[in-house]
């Protein structure tokens, strides 16, 4: 039983022309009557987001921190202290997890938990490649704003839970700013949506694909689209609290905001929540206005370049290089500029982005109906 | 019930309840909290607490407790020889040790009445300038990290550590030089010392452009900084303010000028004032722009402090340096213009002892501080951060 089960998983692995082939595969993936298929389709995200963010996420920040202040970031463990973020793992894990006597058990431990389900499940509707997505909702964009919104609970249940003052601070100011900032970032992505005319996240990176590469992304789909990008982009930094949006965590204000009471495994969770959602972010601006997986070179007369550089593997490729690049753009936006106040923030949110994200939703619609 | 502190109409007690001490805050409204900010904070500068009363993020009152850092300085002095004071004056402003160890030194000076060697007074001035280049680097650096950009503070860090690198040269020290004794310096500076800082003064103009580049034409350091901890002149010159604070405020007042010691009559220099074209004055970007013009000043007199040294020949850097030293009986007041403002030193004699009666050090950071329940009220927690910030405290100095 369990070779015919394997023949059909590793035929359209092999092949994957068809849309999301290999997860459908892994659906119908069964082991002794158990549905381990689902089980892995759910693990690959899970082991990319750590594995992403023990690399790029961790290392690479510090690196790209050290390369802009030139200083040369951990250099001690391993060659050019590769294996730092490995040794900071191994000490994260033999802490001890202290709980403060006068924290309120269930939400302290509940927080972190709640904060990544929020940022992992989005992964759900994220097409990493043609024929992988974890679940290929028709609603995709819509889930996918929606459930990163979860977040909000898990970080006040951190910060009240932590029963310190300086959480509480983190908290309220983090909720305030993430629910602001969901309007002009939900905005943004209805031009998108607009555009595309569905919610299919893999339909959206579908309709971007051509031979003309980059010419086909819906950042050059009308002469308006770049502002809804840039609302979103701009919006996305404040949803995932990175400078100079980063007052929820304000280091110099607040201590550490919402996890000041964290330590050991509960912080490195809270960590990796973060580096999910900033992810996350940067792969839907990138699927939504840059083509997610499609390849951004155009065929050149015989150098079939797009042709080349399209397919399954590719496009997980693709979608990877992007996200990493907008996670590049957060990186050198935080360690350049300060940060922003907080009434700043709510005036640059209620006063700036969305009027714009309104008259760029509006321009959108009559771009779309007026303009074949 | 013990009571332990008071904020505004507030009051914070401690009660014991079955071995666990249980933190009440009394007399309070409902929306008033009271924030203790420090002594673990990471903008307090040291072990500064501040201890709020908040209505949400608005502070109604805020003030300063201090004493986290004492180290019984003036009880200390009264029991050592003169001489044996000066490494103890380099822990007061421990990021301007050569600046501190210049006002003790003079003020000593004063009270024995010795005349200084024409070249020792070059290398104190020139070596507490550079002090003070590298102490405003720290300044404006952890400014950047209070307002959350971190990058300026390592770019001053980097250019600030060539300057502990050349202090380090010439005392063997890197912070606390015990370099200049009384009557003297501990040695004459190394051979090529006056080239090297030569280089430095080169390699260093190009850099300050590079900070402001980076950090004082940022529009959203500006927007923090514009108009926020607004100080009237004349409260300032009441509070006792000096130095960049009080020039801050528009203020022209330089002991440096004003009160001139040393050779600084010869020296040619401005004093930074803010001509409130790109800041109102007395506000905390004004008290950035001070510092920022006051490095590029200290440049200045250092070339010139170069271009005028008199020749090492035949010198002898602890030439003037008495003895034994017992002053005779009297007092004497001497101040110098520090980073931070003026450090004064009032000595006492009594004539008989190699000890000092007396020794009162009026420190400029805890004048500065004074102010801070005034410049607090009705800001919110961010703006105290800044505002925190641009006193620009040593709380070494402020505890003593």
């Not at chain 1, 693709?318 to 050198?332: E, P």
Request: glycine letters at 8%.
């Amino acid at each position: 039983m369990s070779t015919t089960a394997l023949t059909q998983f590793s035929i359209p692995l092999l092949m994957g022309n068809s849309l999301n082939a290999w997860s459908e595969a892994l659906v119908g993936f069964n082991l002794l009557g158990l549905p381990l298929g689902l089980v892995i389709l759910a693990a690959i995200p899970l082991v990319f987001i750590a594995l992403y963010s023990l690399t790029y996420g961790v290392y690479g920040e510090r690196k790209i921190s050290a390369f802009m202040q030139d200083r040369l970031g951990p250099m001690e463990v391993g060659k050019w202290g590769l294996l730092q973020t490995i040794a900071d793992i191994l000490k994260l894990i033999q802490k001890e997890d202290i709980l403060p006597t006068s924290a309120d058990r269930f939400l302290f431990v509940i927080g972190p938990g709640i904060l990544f389900v929020g940022s992992f499940m989005a992964y759900a509707v994220l097409p990493f490649s043609p024929a992988f997505i974890g679940a290929s909702l028709n609603v995709g964009l819509y889930y996918a704003i929606g459930i990163v919104a979860i977040e909000v609970v898990g970080i006040l249940a951190a910060g009240w839970g932590s029963n310190n003052k300086w959480s509480l601070y983190g908290a309220v100011r983090s909720v305030a700013q993430i629910v602001s900032y969901e309007i002009p970032a939900s905005l943004a992505l209805l031009c998108g949506a607009m555009m595309a005319g569905t919610l299919d996240m893999q339909q959206i990176n579908l309709l971007q694909s051509g031979s003309y590469g980059f010419a086909h992304f819906y950042l050059f789909h009308s002469p308006i689209a770049w502002l809804p990008f840039l609302i979103y982009f701009i919006a996305s930094l404040a949803e995932v609290n990175r400078a100079p949006f980063d007052i929820p965590e304000a280091e110099s204000e607040l201590v550490a905001g919402y996890f000041t009471e964290y330590s050991g495994m509960k912080f490195a969770v809270i960590f990796l929540a973060e580096y999910g959602s900033m992810f996350m972010v940067s792969s839907i601006i990138s699927v939504v206005f840059l083509g997610g997986w499609n390849s951004p070179l155009p065929n050149l007369g015989s150098f079939a370049l797009n042709t080349w550089t399209n397919g399954p593997v590719w496009g997980a490729f693709w979608l990877i290089m992007k996200g990493f690049f907008f996670i590049f753009v957060q990186m050198w936006l935080r360690w350049t500029l300060p940060r922003l106040r907080v009434d700043q923030l709510m005036y640059l949110c209620w006063k700036v982005l969305t009027p714009f994200a309104f008259v760029s939703f509006v321009l959108t619609a009559i771009w779309e109906i007026y303009v074949p | 019930m013990q009571e332990l502190d008071t904020v505004g109409q507030g009051s914070v007690r401690v009660t014991r309840k079955s071995d666990k001490l249980v933190i009440v805050e009394k007399d309070l409204a409902t929306e008033q909290m009271v924030l203790a900010m420090g002594p673990q904070h990471p903008s307090t500068h040291g072990v500064l607490k501040l201890e709020c009363l908040t209505d949400g993020e608005v502070i109604t009152e805020a003030v300063p407790c201090l004493g986290y850092l004492h180290r019984c300085f003036e009880k200390c002095c009264e029991n050592v020889d003169y001489p044996a004071i000066v490494p103890y004056t380099d822990r007061l402003d421990y990021l301007s040790a050569m600046n501190s160890e210049f006002a003790y030194a003079m003020a000593v000076e004063k009270l024995l009445d010795i005349e200084i060697p024409r070249r020792v007074e070059f290398i104190r001035v020139l070596v507490s300038e550079l002090n003070r280049i590298a102490s405003h680097l720290v300044a404006i650096g952890t400014y950047g990290i209070d307002l959350g950009a971190f990058t300026p503070f390592l770019f001053c860090f980097r250019d600030r550590e060539i300057i502990l690198g050349l202090l380090e040269w010439a005392s063997g020290a890197r912070m606390l030089y015990n370099y200049i004794w009384i009557g003297g310096l501990a040695y004459d500076v190394p051979a090529d010392f006056l080239q090297r800082v030569r280089e430095f003064v080169n390699y260093f103009r190009p850099k300050t452009l590079e900070l402001n580049n980076l950090l004082t034409s940022n529009e959203i350091f500006l927007k923090r900084t514009h108009g926020i901890g607004i100080m009237p002149p004349e409260v300032a010159i009441n509070y006792g303010w000096s130095g960049p604070m009080l020039r801050g405020s528009g203020v022209k007042w330089d002991l440096r000028r004003n009160d001139p010691y040393s050779i600084y009559p010869e020296l040619d220099f401005k004093v930074a004032v803010p001509d409130g074209k790109n800041s109102v004055i007395g506000d905390c970007l004004s008290r950035h722009l001070v510092r920022a013009i006051e490095m590029e000043e200290s440049l200045k007199i250092i070339e010139q402090c170069i271009d005028k040294m008199p020749s090492s020949e035949g010198f002898n850097s602890r030439s003037a340096i008495p003895k034994r030293i017992r002053p005779k009986a009297g007092e004497v007041y001497s101040r110098a213009e520090n980073p931070r403002g003026e450090l004064g030193f009032y000595i006492e004699s009594d004539g008989k002892s190699t000890k000092p009666v007396r020794c009162k050090a009026r420190s400029s950071c805890f004048v500065n501080l004074s102010a801070m329940k005034d410049l607090s009220k009705g800001q919110l927690i961010p703006d105290l951060v800044a505002i925190i910030g641009s006193i620009d405290i040593v709380l070494g100095e402020v505890d003593r």
